[in-house]
């Protein structure tokens, strides 16, 4: 029959579910798009190709008759899968990356080309515009590491400059943020406007969520190549403590802090980078069902709240210290006490995989995926070290409201005035700038720390900003576990009753 393929080469189960997703596409039918995408896909990927096989190959789904629109959605998503499994099981081969590339090209020409009908779930449109980030950043990473490549791969290389071209990758992104004016709606959006009115010629649905996402892209971008205050710039616009236009997607939202977070972190704004990442930390504490698949991503942001909060200690309560960042409280200790080998490791287990931007065009077998990592730890700890260096002061000055210079000097065993130059120092390095409203590259600057204090002639005056204890909270966070526990042990033990 016409459209049809053997079982052997396209199981039959595999072709249903695709045409349902074709058809649907095909007729805007949005309900069934999100229902085919989210759960047929899936199911099908787990019954078919959850161990060594692939999805069909895009020729293959040829056979069925499909739309150009659809061609291109599949062949994206047939490589997404590829890579997602040889991720932990195999180095995808340089042709596939290649040929994943061609597609992107191909799939975002067309949607910039003209006002396109057509509908996709948000999901759906965030995996493609992530898968895109991350495509080219494992690629980078792969011509960085050229050590672990064939000679062959490296003439291949050099012979296609324009794949995975930093600047392409920029411009496609960029591009897409234009034509959908998101910028401009998320600002008709903070000034009460109404954002469909700016939306020009673009205005759908699709070309709004694939701006916005491609908003986070941007921000990944900047932040993998180093621009941290750029990064921050591209999401000006956007509000990260209210709800606003930005789909609701959860792995969009973690993606935003987590990366907002890292940058405050390298700008010593961390104040800022402590209540970023603490709000997608205790979001994800109510989010059992993504922790369990993606445990590693919550535990790369409670390396990097441990991390801040060693080198400048936020007001928290206890709840948070015992739960959330227990694990790393010896790790706190150490960067505390200055141990450059633990901040190297919180730093390694949080910050993104850096790349060089034009690894391509100077690929050798002397780097590795971990130069760049290295090269930016080595300038965060250049700030690190001073932070932990004032440790000892802050505590020491945690112990009075008012102290003499001179008592302070005798605790940290220098001169007087050694200890006033020192207490100056501290007070410059706890000033920083901290977001109050506005762009999230605004802030005014504050005293981040703990404590606050002021020097009277030969007196240091000392105020502690730690949060008292919320012991109503924390009644009725006990009271809660010991209601789950009763209402497990009743699941698990009948009552016994007796036969007469």
Known sequence: MEGRLSSAAFPRGVEQTLRRLADAIRDLEEDQIQRSYEYEMRSTTNKYFDKDEDWPAPRIVKGLHVTEEFEMLYTEYYYRHLFSKTKQQRTPRLQDRLLAYNNYVALFDYLLADVRDLKLCDQWVWDIVSEFVFQYQDYTLMCMNGSDLEESDIEQIKANPSAWDTDVVFAYLNKLVAVSQINEQLKAYRSGGDPNECAGLYASPLYKTLGYFSLVGLLRMNCLCGDYQQALHVMENTDLYTKGVAPRILACKITIHQYVGFCYLMLRRYRDAFQSLSTIALELELQESYIKSNSQKRHNIV????????????PVDAHFMSHTMYQHKDAITQVQAGDESAMRTLFAKGCPSFVDPYARLKVSSSGT??????AHCDVFLVEAKQQAAFSTIRAYLKLYHCVSLSKIASLLDVTKEDARKLLHA????????????GTLVEGELDCTDTINFYIEGDEVHVANLTVSQNFGQEFLRENKKILDTVRRMRKRWKPYSSSS
């Open 426 to 437: 501290y007070k410059h390095k706890t000033m920083q700038y901290s977001w109050q409203g």
């Open 303 to 314: 390396s990097l709240l441990a991390l801040v909060y060693a080198l400048s200690p936020q």
């Open 369 to 374: 995926r971990a130069d760049g990592v290295n």
